[in-house]
């Protein structure tokens, strides 16, 4: 038996439990792995809430991010003993996740575990650690470098933002954080943001061109917040797109990209390239200051998951969430 969190649905009830699980109502997978950590993220917090249908099978282990060590293997790539982890492919959607002490997936979707790394350290980064380095990935091979100017991050509080404003600061980047509490601007600052600007400038509906401020984003935010992101980027400016907080929408023109030449960059996290996960969190170990995860996190057991997923959507949550899942 081991513990997970369990989202059903019965009829029009939907809830998520802490229970004890059998290993035989594992799903199908080559490779079991007994967690040691897994993380809350803001699709987690959707998934564990039902307010929006992230779940596409039920019942339902959550949990899209894991790390642990191999148990047992079919997969030529593991072994038992092998430390991994896992971010993305429908897991904790479709599949059942890491919210849980035990896991059993399709071994193609895992990565083996950075040596620099604990399984903590590398929940501590997370999705949003490792989305936030593919926008740094993708903003510097379309020629971004600290000299073209200031970078913003939206979500600057979130754990994308958190992340993606150490990540530039650490390269040499002059960083903008837009927030909506402005409380936190200290921890922001600690983290490396020179400036520190209202959410409020962005989140409302803009004119289609804005004045030009900023060379580069880092958007998770979505919706009337991008589309402000985008109309006051500089001229050949880019933004990469990787979040939906605010809304799925995008009100915007195509003035920015055909009369300033701005690029918008979509970053998809769930279903990339081996090859490019291990790129990404190579430079994870080596972009990051790995004593500022403290600063960035904080750590529960699997029995507040479900508490604190309702307080991650309602934006009280700072930074990142690790889940201990064996307390």
């Given at each position: 038996m081991f513990k997970a969190i369990l989202v059903?649905?019965?009829?029009?009830?939907?809830?998520?439990?802490?229970?004890?699980?059998?290993?035989?109502q594992l799903p199908e997978g080559d490779v079991t792995v007994r967690v040691a950590y897994s993380t809350l993220n803001y699709k987690d917090g959707l998934a564990i809430s039902g307010s929006s249908?992230?779940?596409?099978?039920?019942?339902?282990?959550?949990?899209?991010?894991l790390a642990g060590t191999v148990e047992a293997s079919n997969h030529p790539a593991y072994k038992a003993g092998d430390r991994v982890l896992l971010n993305g492919w429908g897991?904790?959607?479709?599949?059942?996740?890491?919210?849980?002490?035990?896991?059993?997936l399709n071994g193609d979707w895992?990565?083996?575990?950075?040596?620099?790394?604990?399984?903590?350290?590398?929940?501590?980064?997370?999705?949003?650690?490792?989305t936030a380095m593919l926008c740094l990935i993708a903003l510097e091979r379309h020629g971004l470098t600290p000299a073209s100017g200031e970078v913003l991050v939206t979500g600057a509080n979130g754990g994308v933002g958190s992340f993606a404003i150490a990540l530039l600061a650490r390269?040499?980047?002059?960083?903008?954080?837009?927030?909506?509490?402005?409380?936190?601007?200290?921890?922001?600052?600690?983290?490396?943001?020179?400036?520190?600007?209202?959410?409020?400038?962005?989140?409302?509906?803009?004119?289609?061109?804005?004045?030009?401020r900023?060379?580069?984003?880092?958007?998770?935010?979505?919706?009337?917040?991008?589309?402000?992101?985008?109309?006051?980027?500089?001229?050949?400016?880019?933004?990469?797109?990787?979040?939906?907080a605010q809304g799925m929408d995008f009100p915007s023109t195509v003035a920015p990209f055909i009369l300033r030449g701005v690029s918008l960059l979509g970053i998809n996290s769930v279903t990339r390239p081996y090859q490019e996960r291990v790129e990404a969190w190579d430079r994870?170990?080596?972009?990051?200051?790995?004593?500022?995860?403290?600063e960035i996190t904080r750590e529960i057991g699997l029995s507040e998951a479900i508490p604190v997923a309702h307080q991650l959507l309602a934006g009280k949550v700072r930074g990142r969430v690790v889940v201990d899942v064996n307390r």
């Open positions: 059903d649905k019965d009829a029009d009830v939907y809830q998520a439990n802490l229970t004890e699980l059998d290993d035989a249908p992230v779940v596409r099978r039920f019942p339902m282990v959550p949990g899209i991010d897991v904790g959607e479709g599949h059942w996740g890491g919210l849980a002490q035990k896991a059993r895992l990565i083996p575990l950075p040596e620099a790394l604990s399984a903590r350290q590398a929940m501590a980064i997370g999705t949003a650690g490792y390269k040499g980047y002059s960083v903008i954080a837009a927030t909506g509490r402005p409380a936190e601007a200290d921890y922001l600052k600690r983290l490396g943001a020179t400036t520190i600007i209202d959410r409020a400038e962005l989140s409302s509906p803009g004119r289609a061109l804005a004045k030009e900023w060379a580069a984003a880092i958007d998770s935010v979505g919706s009337h917040t991008l589309a402000n992101v985008c109309a006051a980027t500089r001229a050949d400016g880019l933004v990469a797109a990787c979040g939906l994870l170990c080596t972009g990051l200051d790995l004593a500022q995860l403290d």
